[in-house]
């Protein structure tokens, strides 16, 4: 597995719930370093590992984490870059949706090596969308809860009302249902596309 994908995970307990909660982990987990690198790869035993010992010290299912983990991607400041490589997908939450089938190639660009389960975005009716994610494998698994975080943080960044059911797909693929309630709903975090002014509130 991507270090990049043990460093989030790393960087959401230590944000999240501080130091000594992520050295608690890391020592049950017995990590032969209680740091990620995010360049190196590591066994996806190990990464499993590292999340069934944050369930326990959490006291959190490992589904609602991982759907923190996806809220904690678009929201923390220490993330900000991130979100704004989102909310280039489009000027309102409907275009952003279109846009995530090009997510895995974008982030490829941005670490090449890092592979993300292929997305497959249908609309069923108006303001009525089904997300395909195309897991492939343990290292995958979950995926969809950490996308439907990023959803519901990036639905609040652009202003929308959203509901999301996640299910099942066929074989290994994760499937979420998405309404679009309302595409303005609330004014949403400030964004300029131009780098002047970028970022203000």
């Avoid at 991607?73 to 952003?96: A, C, K, Q, S, V």
């Avoid at 959803?151 to 059911?165: H, P, Q, T």
Wanted: aromatic share 6%.
């Amino acid at each position: 597995m991507h270090g990049l994908v043990a460093r989030t995970l790393q960087c959401f307990v230590q944000d999240t719930y501080g130091q000594d909660r992520w050295r608690s982990i890391a020592d049950a987990a017995r990590l032969d370093l209680p740091e990620f690198e995010a360049m190196l790869d590591y066994e996806a035993q190990l990464i499993g590992l590292v999340l069934t010992r944050a369930e326990i010290e959490l006291d959190k299912p490992r589904a609602a984490m991982l759907e923190d983990i996806g809220t904690y991607l678009m929201t923390h400041p220490n993330n900000e870059r991130l979100r704004r490589l989102m909310r280039y997908g489009g000027e309102d939450f409907i275009d952003f949706l279109h846009s995530l089938e090009e997510l895995p190639g974008r982030a490829r660009l941005a670490v090449p090596d890092l592979d993300l389960p292929p997305l497959e975005l249908t609309q069923t009716a108006p303001c009525r969308f089904t997300l395909v994610c195309h897991c492939s494998g343990p290292t995958s698994r979950g995926y969809s809860h950490v996308l439907a975080g990023v959803l519901r943080a990036m639905a609040d960044d652009y202003g929308a009302l959203i509901l999301l059911e996640l299910a099942s797909g066929p074989g290994e693929a994760e499937v979420i249902e998405i309404a679009v309630i309302e595409t303005a709903y609330t004014k949403g975090r400030a964004f300029e596309l131009g780098a002047h002014g970028a970022g203000r509130r």
